[in-house]
């Protein structure tokens, strides 16, 4: 049922996102999504330190995760994206 559940509120998201960008597909790589989350993450890291959105970027959660597999996270996302679109390794 979890996973059900998590399926819908993935496609939702895509097609919400898709509705925003506009479906551009490249070798089955949303190409535009990937620019726009770059962008996003340079606006958050110029930030000024005490903006909620910064605070939340640079900040490490504390606590414990459930044993499985381990989600992704966005900023893991951003850093693969800078790897394979703009050539940067050291973000």
Request: aromatic residues 10%.
């Amino acid at each position: 049922m979890q996973s059900k559940a998590e399926e819908r509120l993935n496609s939702f998201e895509r097609r919400i996102l898709r509705r925003i960008f506009g479906p551009v597909q490249d070798e089955k790589v949303w190409r535009f999504i990937k620019f726009r989350r770059l962008q996003w993450a340079g606006h958050v890291v110029r930030m000024d330190e005490k903006r909620i959105s910064r605070r939340s970027f640079t900040q490490q959660m504390h606590g414990k995760r459930i044993v499985a597999k381990p989600r992704k996270r966005w900023e893991d996302e951003v850093r693969k994206d800078a790897v394979n679109i703009l050539g940067i390794r050291g973000w």
